[in-house]
T-cell receptor, first 110, second 116 residues
Framework: TQLLEQSPQFLSIQEGENLTVYCNSSSVFSSLQWYRQEPGEGPVLLVTVVTGGEVKKLKRLTFQFGDARKDSSLHITAAQPGDTGLYLCAGARSSGKLIFGQGTELSVKP | GAGVSQSPSNKVTEKGKDVELRCDPISGHTALYWYRQSLGQGLEFLIYFQGNSAPDKSGLPSDRFSAERTGGSVSTLTIQRTQQEDSAVYLC??????????????FGDGTRLSIL
């Protein structure tokens, strides 16, 4: 059973386009974390959202946590080839254990 | 080094052999987690350590898998009688505390395990 549904799983866009990745669950999490992973490396944390309705911005990336703390989205404005990579959302349990979505493989073509 | 260190980075072994994977967390991090990443399955939680104890080992797939942590630092994940379905990247992460689930986890680069 996949507790965290992430979509889309694959996304190929042109440089300059905008995109949104969604992460949905029927469970409530202590926090929702977004990671980015490059080939051959471990995931690197981008942001943690904790409060329902919270919005955080990281340059061209905007992260939102749903009011009920069950879902989240990542929006990238004017994507660049350097944004290419695997994006992972993860819901945190109170123990800190992370439940990961399937990941979104993003390819931004120049 | 300042980050989480895992060894070996790659391991190829024959089916039926035992393997031991090592994780050196960031100094001072009391919480340590093992995950497995395989094609089609994404990242799956295996076990969580707080200090030397493992309050949550619910993700271990079978009794062939075991893990221990000593001195509140280094952890080893052991897989006995390996099977081909054990082939995956095994990732270790550490954080300052497991409490409340808000602490960022710092990941190592993983051990890529291939079972022939």
């Amino acid at each position: 059973t996949q507790l965290l549904e992430q979509s889309p799983q694959f996304l190929s866009i042109q440089e300059g386009e905008n995109l949104t990745v969604y992460c949905n669950s029927s469970s409530v999490f202590s926090s929702l974390q977004w990671y980015r992973q490059e080939p051959g490396e471990g995931p690197v944390l981008l942001v943690t959202v904790v409060t329902g309705g919270e919005v955080k911005k990281l340059k061209r990336l905007t992260f939102q946590f749903g009011d009920a703390r069950k879902d989240s989205s990542l929006h990238i404005t004017a994507a660049q080839p350097g944004d290419t990579g695997l994006y992972l959302c993860a819901g945190a349990r109170s123990s800190g254990k992370l439940i990961f979505g399937q990941g979104t493989e993003l390819s931004v073509k120049p | 080094g300042a980050g989480v260190s895992q060894s070996p980075s790659n391991k190829v072994t024959e089916k039926g052999k035992d393997v031991e994977l090592r994780c050196d967390p960031i100094s001072g991090h009391t919480a340590l987690y093992w995950y497995r990443q395989s094609l089609g399955q994404g990242l799956e939680f295996l076990i969580y350590f707080q200090g030397n104890s493992a309050p949550d080992k619910s993700g271990l797939p079978s009794d062939r898998f075991s893990a221990e942590r000593t001195g509140g630092s280094v952890s080893t994940l052991t897989i006995q009688r390996t099977q081909q379905e054990d082939s995956a990247v095994y990732l270790c992460a550490s954080s300052t505390s497991g409490d409340r689930g808000n602490q960022p986890q710092h990941f190592g680069d993983g051990t890529r395990l291939s079972i022939l």
